[in-house]
């Protein structure tokens, strides 16, 4: 009986961790306030469940639950928070109003 609640246990994990996703998105981040901007804004994303930025690279690494959301739904947040995302480009509005450090250089 042990044995079957324990491989029982083991199934129901295995099922959970197969819907965590991780992507990686290139975005122009600058600066600390870049980071914090998409960190808050991707942490109200619901099936977001890990962000790391790396900002020497410019990227955006997400862990996701993929049956809550999908990639081009993660990409078109961070679009609408004023950063371009992979393909997608910053929507003009939320870039315009990032602070002048957020702003990609001329």
Same mark, same amino acid.
């Given at each position: 009986? &042990?044995?079957?609640?324990?491989?029982?246990?083991?199934?129901?994990?295995?099922?959970?961790?197969?819907?965590?996703?991780? /992507?990686?998105?290139?975005?122009?981040?600058?600066?600390?306030?870049?980071?914090? !901007? /998409?960190?808050?804004?991707?942490?109200?994303?619901?099936? *977001?469940?890990?962000?790391?930025?790396?900002? +020497?690279?410019?990227?955006?690494?997400?862990?996701? !639950?993929?049956?809550? *959301?999908? /990639?081009? &739904?993660? +990409?078109?947040?961070?679009? !609408?928070?004023?950063?371009?995302?992979?393909?997608?480009?910053?929507?003009?509005?939320?870039?315009?109003?990032?602070?002048?450090?957020?702003? &990609?250089? +001329?």
């Amino acid at each position: 009986m &042990k044995k079957l609640i324990f491989i029982a246990m083991l199934f129901v994990t295995s099922i959970a961790f197969s819907q965590t996703k991780t /992507v990686e998105i290139k975005s122009p981040l600058q600066c600390e306030m870049c980071s914090q !901007n /998409v960190h808050e804004g991707l942490s109200s994303l619901k099936g *977001v469940k890990a962000i790391k930025i790396d900002l +020497e690279a410019q990227l955006i690494e997400v862990k996701y !639950n993929s049956k809550k *959301v999908d /990639v081009k &739904k993660i +990409e078109e947040s961070i679009a !609408n928070i004023g950063y371009d995302a992979n393909d997608i480009p910053a929507i003009k509005e939320a870039y315009s109003n990032l602070p002048y450090c957020c702003q &990609k250089p +001329e």
